[in-house]
């Protein structure tokens, strides 16, 4: 059993016992692997220097990413690699159960703590620059992953598992009366950023056009589904959305009539119409 603590300076025990540590063609000192691959037994015999490539590399093989992740922060690692890592590394600590945020008391205290944020105007996402700044990273990284094939939805398996997950909280939201277009305010806020921003479909002809042939062809087009046009109009009738129950005044004959009527046989097609 060795006689050094977990406090113990382990760099220091190799020194005390084997003199100093080495250093690399470009000066950087060794590190000290533990061999046996616990931290807590600094005995002499568990201490051996290596390079930092070699370090890297031995923990590799043992899958350590953690390590592996804390050491690449030294060395030249690309980010797509660096990237890799931190995801190998939240991915063991889910299986062995250990990941914070399957720790409900945490994300309990983090949920309290975005709260407080937003409460007093500090949190991060409340910042214009930090909101641009985010969208600028996410879309290139998300361009770069598609680029390099490796996006998640170019995988048909999870493309269509999102689709199921998506209707699934869709519904769900529609259900509890929650969804943004359920929400007359919240909808045309939505609508008229879209607008502004040139990001509403309607605004790019080609883009429209391809969607609704890809719905066409698939058969998911709502205007092809049985039934959906009549449930559409009994539905705006109910709400006094319908065309037919918006009168519109001609300027030219005056008299009153419903949308329909008045695009197609009132206001410049009027009969009345002196320029006609």
Not at 8 to 18: A, C, S, V
Not at 50 to 72: F, G, K, P, R, T
Not at 110 to 135: A, C, P, W, Y
Not at 242 to 247: G, I, R, V
Request: with cysteine; net charge positive.
């Amino acid at each position: 059993m060795s006689t050094y603590s977990k406090s113990t300076n382990y760099r220091k025990i190799y020194e005390q016992n084997y003199g100093p540590i080495p250093k690399d063609g470009q000066g950087r000192t060794f590190e000290i692997h533990h061999i046996d691959g616990n931290h807590n037994n600094n005995d002499p015999l568990n201490l051996v220097a290596v390079s930092i490539e070699d370090h890297y590399n031995i923990h590799y093989e043992q899958e350590d990413w953690a390590a592996c992740l804390l050491m690449s922060d030294r060395m030249k690692i690309s980010p797509e690699e660096k990237s890799d890592l931190s995801r190998r590394t939240q991915l063991t600590l889910v299986l062995n159960g250990t990941h914070h945020w399957l720790d409900p008391e945490f994300i309990e205290r983090n949920i309290s703590r975005q709260h407080n944020l937003m409460s007093i105007g500090e949190h991060n996402f409340q910042r214009e620059d930090v909101k641009l700044k985010t969208k600028i990273i996410v879309k290139e990284t998300q361009l770069l992953r598609f680029s390099m094939g490796v996006h998640q939805f170019q995988d048909p398996i999870v493309r269509e598992k999102a689709k199921i997950t998506l209707k699934e909280v869709n519904d769900k939201l529609v259900s509890e009366g929650k969804h943004i277009f359920q929400n007359t305010e919240k909808r045309t806020e939505w609508l008229t950023k879209q607008f502004a921003e040139g990001r509403h479909p309607t605004q790019n002809g080609e883009l429209q056009r391809q969607k609704t042939m890809s719905q066409i062809e698939k058969g998911t087009h709502l205007w092809i589904q049985e039934g959906y046009q009549t449930e559409l109009n009994y539905r705006m009738i109910a709400e006094g959305r319908h065309a037919s129950q918006k009168k519109i005044h001609c300027p030219h004959c005056e008299l009153v009539v419903d949308a329909p009527n008045f695009k197609r046989w009132h206001g410049d097609n009027c009969k009345k119409n002196p320029i006609k």
